[in-house]
């Protein structure tokens, strides 16, 4: 088991970590998904609701890496946190995660909108990951994202970038254009309920 991993195991789902800024947090996190029900803006709600449930399973399958590796995590988390979910995902993390697709939708121009002469969601899909990525080498870079595997490194982006964020940006933005609100509804919820599945059956076993 290399050190980052070892650390990060130290800390997981330890509540002596609480600490209270992660009521406010979570209120903030709220809030923001409040004011799109208030407005009825079920578009960009559920591209929230999908970005966020992509990333519920990229966490899953990276920790269950771990898991059967017995060395590390594709990524960990590590430093202090108000509480370490998985190996990978603190509560810090999962909190700006669950933002992240509000304000990519929220942003998103109309579907017929061109930027360079290009459609504008696959640009802003490859805008947004690149930009997400380059955020995690600087995280990386600060000591609190570790990577441990030598396919995944910021001398080798593709993988972030491919595996990492495009699934996420491309989940949101197909759940936000969804014409009708029950396609969206099902979409979102076979998302969130293959996580919750995924986390009840490999945590019973012990493998989260």
């Not at 990524?75 to 810090?92: D, H, P």
């Not at 969601?121 to 990577?147: D, F, K, M, Q, Y």
């Amino acid at each position: 088991m290399t050190d980052d991993a070892r650390a990060a195991l130290a800390q997981l789902r330890d509540p002596s970590q609480f600490e209270w800024y992660v009521i406010p947090l979570l209120l903030f996190v709220l809030y923001v998904y409040a004011v799109e029900v208030e407005r009825r803006n079920w578009n960009v709600l559920f591209a929230g609701l999908a970005l966020w449930g992509m990333d519920w399973f990229n966490e899953i399958w990276n920790a269950l890496v771990f898991h059967h590796s017995g060395r590390a995590p594709v990524w960990g988390a590590r430093g202090e946190t108000a509480y370490q979910i998985l190996i990978g995902l603190n509560i810090e993390i999962c909190f700006m995660f669950a933002v992240m697709g509000i304000v990519a939708a929220k942003l998103l121009p109309a579907r017929d909108a061109r930027i360079f002469g290009l459609p504008n969601r696959p640009v802003l899909i490859a805008v947004n990951s690149a930009a997400a990525v380059g955020v995690e080498i600087l995280l990386n870079r600060a000591g609190v994202l570790t990577w441990d595997w030598d396919w995944w490194q910021a001398g080798f982006p593709y993988v972030l970038f491919l595996v990492g964020y495009v699934p996420f940006f491309v989940a949101c933005f197909i759940v936000h254009d969804m014409p009708r609100m029950r396609t969206k509804a099902v979409t979102v919820g076979a998302i969130l309920g293959v996580d919750a599945l995924a986390l009840a059956v490999f945590g019973s076993l012990g493998w989260l």
